[in-house]
């Protein structure tokens, strides 16, 4: 079965740092990722999605994620962190199934919620 | 093009009671599916319907049930409310269901709280 890790369920930056939150996924077949943001009281949006085709993805808002399929990897960061990137971000997979096939619907990890200080 | 919308945004309820949740797809859109988010479990996926037919159901008891419309609309439904089924209720809408990888939009959710 699937399974998706993020590592941090909190991180803080300074404006302007680099943003670098980790997301390690669990697969026996090439996985279809996501990265999802989630500001508060709203609901999920997404940021890039990864479907077996160039292994660097980017995304919306300066976001980008690099699969790695030897470190079983799919990290999300950016360059340069905004006040306005505050929010808490969630990392999933399409589950498979038992079949190999895809079942549409999202596993997600825990989720990182991210702080950019002035 | 108009978003996921869900009614209510807010519901208190009490234990025992049952609960409805409507979720409007974004127009075109024939899959919704229906998560689950509380601080405890995360986001757990509940059930997915295309063309008015359950497609997919996650792991979660029989209180919880859903339908679809002939115009994608769906609802939720949570029989015999339990202090746990407190959470937040997000409905998401794609354009095709089942296997395909077409992105999820997602709607505001619907906070539920059970007294």
């Known amino acids: 079965a699937q399974s998706v890790t993020q590592l941090g369920s909190h991180v803080s930056v300074s404006e302007g740092a680099l943003v670098l939150l980790r997301c390690n996924y669990s697969s026996s077949v090439p996985p279809y990722l996501f990265w999802y943001v989630q500001y508060p009281n709203q609901g999920l949006q997404l940021l890039l999605k990864?479907?077996?085709?160039?292994?660097l993805v980017k995304g919306i808002n300066g976001f980008e994620a690099e699969f790695k399929k030897s470190e079983t990897s799919f990290h999300l960061t950016k360059p340069s962190a905004h006040m306005s990137d505050a929010a808490e971000y969630f990392c999933a997979v399409s589950d498979l199934g038992n079949y190999g096939g895809s079942q549409g619907n999202l596993i997600f990890g825990k989720g990182t919620k991210l702080s950019v200080k002035p | 093009k108009a978003g996921v919308t869900q009614t209510p945004r807010y519901l208190i309820k009490t234990r025992g009671q049952q609960v409805t949740l409507s979720c409007s797809p974004i127009s075109g859109h024939r899959s919704v599916s229906w998560y689950q988010q509380t601080p405890g479990q995360g986001l757990q996926f509940l059930f997915e319907?295309?063309?008015?037919?359950?497609?997919n159901k996650g792991n979660f008891p029989g209180r919880f049930s859903g339908r679809q419309f002939s115009n994608s609309r769906s609802e939720m439904n949570v029989s015999t409310l339990e202090l746990g089924d407190s959470a937040l209720y997000l409905c998401a809408s794609r354009k095709t269901g089942g296997s395909s990888t077409d992105t999820q939009y997602f709607g505001p959710g619907t906070r539920l709280t059970v007294l």
């Open positions: 319907y295309f063309s008015e037919t359950q497609r």
């Open positions: 990864y479907t077996s085709a160039a292994t």
